[in-house]
């Protein structure tokens, strides 16, 4: 493969790394405080959305830095998936900046599903809304009461009843459920109790305002609550939907969610690069700029080795991350599940442990919001979990690699 980016691609890196400098760097200590000043606390019917988000998002939109992510030249910029991944590296410096350009999670796995699987009055009613960033979605899967490490466990219901699904069940950790914006849920459940294991469980896209639908909390990572968005416990109980909010068809959800999480994996590892190239920069500025014992902090000990083993492993990181994309434009996601479980591992590995000795470096200033270090931080440890987590993309790899003697064999 040829790891130099495509003419499109740098364009769009330069266009996006001058308005990052000219428009949204020098102010982002003034958005992170009106973030703070805003919505304090748990609260999550009070957060607002800061004036200054929805005033990049217009500037970003007329400036043709919208919706960068999907691979389409009449609805988007038509990049492929290793020409985004330089960009979603320069949002991850910033992780709040994706939003400004129509690119943050869920969303961006939602709008891919809509786009790949939706009915055209799907797409009407809810991808354009969407890809205007005039709402928010949710993906509603992850549930409390069952390990959904094994998605397969997950045991929410969705019923037939005339023209209409009737959905029950109890659902958390849906990030973004509590953004001023958010209109839309994806719901995954069983809607065949006796099926394949592959086949039992489809998704059903739900209004938020939808009757039945309670969100009950909001849950904090580690003390933080992360809004406006925030991640939220929500409760379906005999939820009506018509039958036409079906995505793809009874029993597809597993086929959905892995057109769904290819791409979107790669979003999430660039971004952590992206943020573990930050901490190093900052790290390295700390450490030349502190004296301790009669140097510079960034000279002491092992300190220099760190800087060296940070740069060895977000190089490889970022390498591992480009070949996976390459092979998803290639071959397609399901040929490339090894290499995208790998990098699901390496990157926010890399970046929690580069975030981690950068914390150490700043000492007690890590630890605070004058940083984003401890920002940083939360997401590299969130995102261990996010798309599943290590255990599970671990033992993906190694079943490929096993499976590869076997064939060998025979």
Not at 17 to 45: C, K
Not at 68 to 80: H, N, Q, R, V, W
Not at 201 to 225: A, F, N, Q
Request: hydrophobic share 40%; glycine share 8%; net charge negative.
């Amino acid at each position: 493969m040829d790891f130099e980016p495509s003419a499109k691609c740098q364009k769009f890196e330069t266009r996006l790394l001058d308005f990052m400098q000219v428009e949204v760097i020098p102010h982002e200590d003034a958005y992170r405080a009106q973030v703070r000043s805003l919505n304090a606390g748990a609260d999550w019917t009070t957060w607002q959305v800061p004036p200054m988000m929805e005033a990049w998002k217009s500037k970003a939109r007329d400036a043709g830095l919208w919706n960068l992510f999907l691979p389409d030249e009449t609805l988007a910029a038509g990049l492929t998936t290793q020409e985004y991944a330089p960009l979603a590296e320069i949002m991850g410096r910033h992780p709040f900046s994706a939003e400004i350009f129509n690119c943050s999670a869920p969303d961006t796995g939602n709008m891919e599903v809509l786009w790949h699987f939706g009915s055209d009055a799907q797409k009407e009613k809810w991808l354009t809304p969407l890809l205007a960033g005039e709402i928010r979605s949710v993906f509603c899967m992850t549930e409390p009461a069952v390990a959904s490490s094994d998605a397969r466990n997950i045991a929410a219901s969705i019923k037939e009843d005339g023209d209409e699904l009737v959905l029950n069940g109890r659902k958390w950790w849906s990030t973004g459920i509590g953004h001023p914006n958010a209109k839309l849920a994806i719901f995954m459940g069983i809607s065949d109790d006796d099926g394949e294991p592959h086949a039992r469980h489809s998704m059903v896209l739900v209004p938020l305002d939808t009757p039945g639908v309670t969100i009950e909390r909001m849950l904090p990572t580690m003390g933080e609550y992360d809004p406006p968005a925030g991640h939220g416990e929500v409760n379906f109980d005999n939820v009506r939907v018509p039958r036409e909010n079906l995505i793809l068809g009874l029993g597809k959800g597993f086929t959905i969610a892995q057109g769904r999480l290819g791409p979107g994996r790669i979003h999430h590892c660039m971004r952590a690069i992206g943020a573990a190239e930050r901490a190093l920069e900052l790290m390295i500025t700390r450490g030349g700029t502190r004296q301790a014992f009669g140097k510079p902090i960034i000279a002491l000990d092992g300190n220099r080795g760190d800087v060296a083993d940070a740069r060895m492993a977000i190089d490889q990181a970022r390498l591992l991350t480009l070949y996976a994309a390459w092979k998803i434009d290639t071959v397609g996601a399901k040929s490339a599940m090894a290499e995208i479980s790998a990098i699901k591992v390496v990157a926010p590995n890399v970046l929690q442990d580069v975030v981690d000795k950068a914390m150490q470096i700043h000492g007690g200033l890590g630890l605070t919001h004058d940083t984003p270090l401890s920002e940083l931080w939360l997401m590299a440890r969130a995102l261990r979990y996010a798309d599943g987590p290590d255990e599970v993309h671990r033992a993906m790899v190694a079943r490929q690699e096993l499976g590869k003697y076997r064939r060998d064999r025979k």
